[in-house]
């Protein structure tokens, strides 16, 4: 079963707003990374959170994350047309004997103008 | 620097035929890694190179799949005998790190369709 999960899976808001995308995971992680993929492309890494951070920025990003609750939320504050893509999360960690990430479904985020 | 690239960026074949995909990952980047995903799908990972030890095979779905790298540079993925359920992108990703949990950085994929 899948290791990462998010949700929503589908989210269209209105520009200006801010979209929260959540991810659940199953087992002990040392990491989790979220990525951004436009046009089912490429890619790109947003930002990685270590297992014993609980939050992290990066320019209108934040990044939460729970081990308690084996969660972990993306917020993108004052959305904008060029935001809109898919959303993956990966968590990073022991599975079936080998370190490895593994890979959500996505979110796929759309910015109406 | 440069990032990864990808070779074909579109590839359409027949059923039947085979294809190879090319992969150039950044360089001295010792990690590379493929990735198969299907349409509104996440990647499913297929197989991860890490400088010249023996490369983890297990993602490949059937023996119609195989990947080389020689050393820490190029890798491509073949493809025989295609059959339509192929038909993804094809990603690939390569890492400066030993560790597979670090950030991969992505070329811009090969999107494969199998008549």
């Known amino acids: 079963s899948q290791q990462g999960e998010e949700d929503p899976q589908a989210l269209s808001i209105q520009e200006g707003e801010n979209a929260t995308m959540n991810c659940s995971y199953k087992?002990?992680?040392?990491?989790l990374q979220w990525y951004r993929q436009n046009s089912g492309r490429g890619l790109v890494h947003l930002i990685l959170?270590?297992?014993n951070e609980r939050e992290k920025h990066s320019g209108r990003l934040r990044v939460t994350l729970d081990t308690s609750k084996k969660s972990s939320s993306l917020l993108i504050t004052a959305s904008r047309a060029a935001d809109t893509a898919s959303y993956f999360c990966a968590t990073g960690g022991l599975m079936d004997s080998n370190y490895q990430l593994i890979w959500g479904a996505g979110t796929k985020l759309i910015i109406k103008p | 620097g440069a990032g990864v690239s990808q070779s074909p960026s579109n590839k359409v074949t027949e059923k039947g035929k085979d294809v190879e995909l090319r992969c150039d990952p950044i360089?001295?980047?010792?990690?590379l890694y493929w990735y198969r995903q299907r349409l509104g799908q996440g990647l499913e990972f297929l197989i991860y190179?890490?400088?010249?030890?023996?490369?983890?095979k297990s993602g490949l779905p059937s023996d119609r799949f195989s990947a080389e790298r020689t050393g820490e540079s190029v890798s491509t993925l073949t493809i025989q005998r295609t059959q339509q359920e192929d038909s993804a992108v094809y990603l690939c990703?390569?890492?400066?790190?030993?560790?597979?949990?670090?950030?991969?950085?992505f070329g811009p994929g090969t999107r494969l369709t199998v008549l």
């Open positions: 959170i270590r297992s």
């Open positions: 190179f890490q400088g010249n030890s023996a490369p983890d």
């Open positions: 087992t002990s992680i040392n990491n």
């Open positions: 990703a390569s890492s400066s790190q030993r560790g597979r949990t670090d950030t991969q950085y």
């Open positions: 360089s001295g980047h010792t990690a």
